[in-house]
């Protein structure tokens, strides 16, 4: 059969049309895609406005290879209570807070999605997105990260500044409730973990360990620079605590001070549950000062902090 050159042309244009159409539709859904983020994002901005622990930070937003960034600025007023006035509350906000496409003008820290997906799951409440970023070891991946842009110095203050938007930049109810149980849990240290609250001086999770799991088994995890308070409200386990082995059982709670051995086994049938609150991280504590003397020092600001307010009351109250 022949093709004449009038049916080749059609066949070409009918090839280029489908194969534009097809990239357009992808470009289409591209665009969708980056849109639906986008209101993902501000719907967060929105209820961030109103957050009581709202602080003001610059930091970018990475899904995947797309990004935003935020400008937040905490807005606060003191008014003074009390028969005498001696007393100061606040009022909180509406603060100012803004979503920019693209990312900071500036270096900066930055939350960095695995993908779309990991949004959506804390968006939906899947995930707290302190779950999503919690690791064993700085080594591992995590569903979200929290990384410096390149030509930017990550310091102490940007992980506290960090860790206090994080817990609350990613909850938009005004009342924050986290939901534990083993399906909205992440694997850390050997157990199924749902992060409770992070802060950069304590992190507060819940554990779940299943049949014959271990939790802190690794030699490289056993032992920490910082303490441990494991709080067991649910099912029977052993525990290596120091030099000895304990029973482990529902309303009890186990102290574990700084370089002191943990591992916790479940050879029974019903999941071992509990708090677990660590205090400081571990890495503040690998160049030499010990987490006794850390807390020695900020023992001594909580001191000047004192004196500070009080000059700055009395100087308010004789106005």
């Known amino acids: 059969m022949k093709t004449n050159l009038k049916t080749k042309i059609y066949c070409l244009n009918l090839f280029m049309g489908v194969a534009l159409m097809c990239f357009s539709s992808s470009d289409l859904l591209a665009q969708q895609g980056e849109e639906n983020t986008e209101a993902i994002l501000q719907s967060f901005v929105e209820s961030y406005k109103t957050d009581p622990m709202a602080l003001s930070a ?3 937003i990475a899904v ?3 990004w935003w960034y ?10 003074k209570v009390g028969k005498q006035k001696q007393y100061t509350f606040h009022n909180f906000g509406p603060n100012e807070v803004l979503l920019y496409k693209g990312k900071p003008e500036k270096p900066t820290w930055y939350f960095q999605f695995d993908d779309t997906g990991v949004l959506k799951k804390i968006d939906s409440k899947v995930w707290t997105a302190s779950t999503a970023s919690a690791r064993s070891t700085a080594a591992d991946k995590v569903a979200l990260d929290i990384l410096a842009m390149e030509g930017y110095s990550f310091t102490h203050k940007d992980d506290g500044i960090s860790y206090q938007i994080l817990e609350h930049f990613w909850k938009k109810d005004a009342i924050e409730i986290t939901r534990f149980n083993r399906d909205s849990s992440l694997p850390s240290h050997g157990a199924a973990l749902v992060s409770l609250y992070t ?4 992190r507060i999770g819940w554990f779940s360990l299943g049949t014959d799991e271990a939790a802190n088994a690794d030699r490289n995890l056993d032992k ?3 303490p441990n308070l494991m709080i ?3 099912g029977r386990g052993k525990g290596q605590f120091g030099d000895g082995e304990y029973d482990i059982e529902p309303g009890m709670s186990v ?6 051995k943990h591992v916790i086994y479940n050879p029974y049938e019903e999941p071992l549950e509990g708090i677990v609150v660590l205090f400081g991280d571990n890495i503040d504590f690998a160049k030499g000062q010990s987490y006794l003397a850390f807390l020695e020092e900020e023992y ?3 001191e000047n902090n004192q004196m500070k307010v009080q000059r700055s009351d009395t100087a308010l109250n004789e106005q």
């Open 70 to 79: 935020v400008v937040s600025k905490r807005k606060e007023e003191g008014y």
């Open 232 to 234: 067991f409200t649910k």
């Open 199 to 202: 802060m950069k001086d304590k």
């Open 58 to 60: 610059t930091f970018g």
């Open 224 to 226: 920490g620079q910082v």
């Open 300 to 302: 001594q600001f909580l």
């Open 64 to 66: 995947g290879d797309d």
């Open 255 to 260: 102290f574990i001070g700084p370089y002191v």
